[in-house]
């Protein structure tokens, strides 16, 4: 098992910046990504973020390209989340996941566990 706590949401406004952070525990030696996910109300969970934890390959959404930039400190078992220029659409609830499964990164279906998420509003 693999317990994920997330923290760093908060409210903000428009082209401003926040960061997220998200603590693994439990047997996460066979991590093979840790990824940002995030839900807004009436739509469906999507994928933002991911790092691969062996190698620190990155992965993003097209959505945040050039805005976001996820990071892993490996010896504290976290990854993080660097928001900038943050805009309203990027209002959601922001779930951290690991991936044990040694593939698709990107993909949410493959992610064997969630963060509770954190909300982060961005008004305008």
């Known amino acids: 098992q693999v317990q994920l706590v997330e923290s760093g949401g908060g409210s903000v406004q428009a082209g401003g910046s926040l960061r997220l952070s998200c603590a693994a525990s439990g047997r996460t030696v066979k991590t093979y990504a840790m990824g940002w996910f995030r839900q807004a109300p009436g739509k469906e969970r999507e994928f933002v973020a991911a790092v691969t934890w062996n190698d620190g390959s990155t992965y993003y959404a097209d959505s945040v390209k050039g805005r976001f930039t996820i990071s892993r400190d490996n010896a504290k078992n976290t990854v993080y989340l660097q928001m900038n220029t943050l805009k309203p659409d990027d209002t959601a609830v922001y779930y951290c996941?690991?991936?044990?499964?040694?593939?698709?990164?990107?993909?949410?279906?493959?992610?064997?566990?969630w963060g509770q998420g954190t909300q982060v509003t961005v008004s305008s």
């Open positions: 996941a690991a991936n044990q499964k040694f593939w698709g990164a990107t993909v949410k279906s493959e992610y064997d566990y």
